[in-house]
């Protein structure tokens, strides 16, 4: 079984410019949650998904980060504009639903912001 | 809110040797679940072991083990028999199970372990 795919890997950007990331979660998980890990630090929740709808975006900085779960499967993830303290790596995870704990995530993008 | 700690910024231990991995956390809450992910310089988090919070049987995977303390609010990781692919980042983590409301996962700051051939 694939796991959480996420693209791309790396992404070096200008400040002031556009980014997205994409986030395909394991097949049949309905959860889908985007992190935000600074460096030296432990991830942090950006916003959760179930199915389509965003239930918790109250870390989510809403005047330049958007996301998007259209049919309720893979997940985009947007900066515009991007800062230089938006350097971190971003990292996807999905889990079956809400009464299964576990978390399994992606390898994550790294973005550096110059 | 909760918070996680983890006071072990750096660990190291020999191959083949058992190292403990402390974790500890502040909650309010009575039913809760503990996690163990790993992280390798890939960057990818990878889960090593849960516990449940009711369970007074501490979680046992393999070589990985844990020591959950719950009055104490304490929740070590024991990995025995070391590897040199043990190597990594350590991050303890939190999740609210009463609370559907409630369900991001809480880190500590990681140890980053070290496996000395």
């Known amino acids: 079984e694939a796991g959480v ?8 950007i200008e400040k002031k410019q556009p980014v997205a990331f994409w986030c395909n979660p394991i097949s049949g998980h309905n959860t889908l949650y985007w992190y935000r890990q ?3 630090q432990g991830p942090e929740l950006l916003i959760r998904y179930e199915n ?14 958007s ?39 992606g390898p994550g993008t790294r973005l550096t912001v110059t | 809110a909760q918070t996680v700690t983890q006071s072990q910024p750096e660990m ?23 996690f163990w992910y790993k992280q390798p310089p890939s960057r990818q988090m990878i889960l090593v072991i849960r516990q449940e919070a009711y369970k007074q049987q501490n979680a046992t995977e393999n070589r990985f083990s844990v020591n959950f303390q719950k009055a104490a609010k304490s929740f070590s990781l024991k990995i025995s028999d070391s590897q ?15 609370n559907f409301g409630n369900e991001k996962l809480t880190f500590g700051t990681g140890t980053r372990l070290t496996i000395i051939p």
């Not at chain 1, 996420?6 to 070096?12: A, F, G, T």
């Open chain 1, 52 to 65: 389509e709808e965003a239930v918790d975006d109250s870390q989510l900085p809403k005047d330049r980060f």
């Open chain 1, 67 to 105: 996301a998007e779960r259209l049919k309720g499967v893979d997940s985009t993830l947007k900066i515009q504009p991007a800062e230089l303290g938006d350097s971190a790596v971003y990292l996807c995870a999905s889990s079956l639903g809400r009464t299964t704990p576990e978390q399994y995530f």
């Open chain 1, 5 to 12: 795919v996420q693209s791309p890997r790396y992404k070096i």
């Open chain 2, 84 to 98: 040199l692919g043990d190597a990594a980042m350590y991050f303890c983590a939190y999740r609210s199970a009463g």
């Open chain 2, 12 to 34: 190291s231990v020999q191959e083949a040797e058992t190292v403990t991995l402390s974790c500890t956390y502040d909650t309010s809450e009575s039913d809760y679940y503990l």
């Open chain 1, 38 to 40: 600074n460096l030296g």
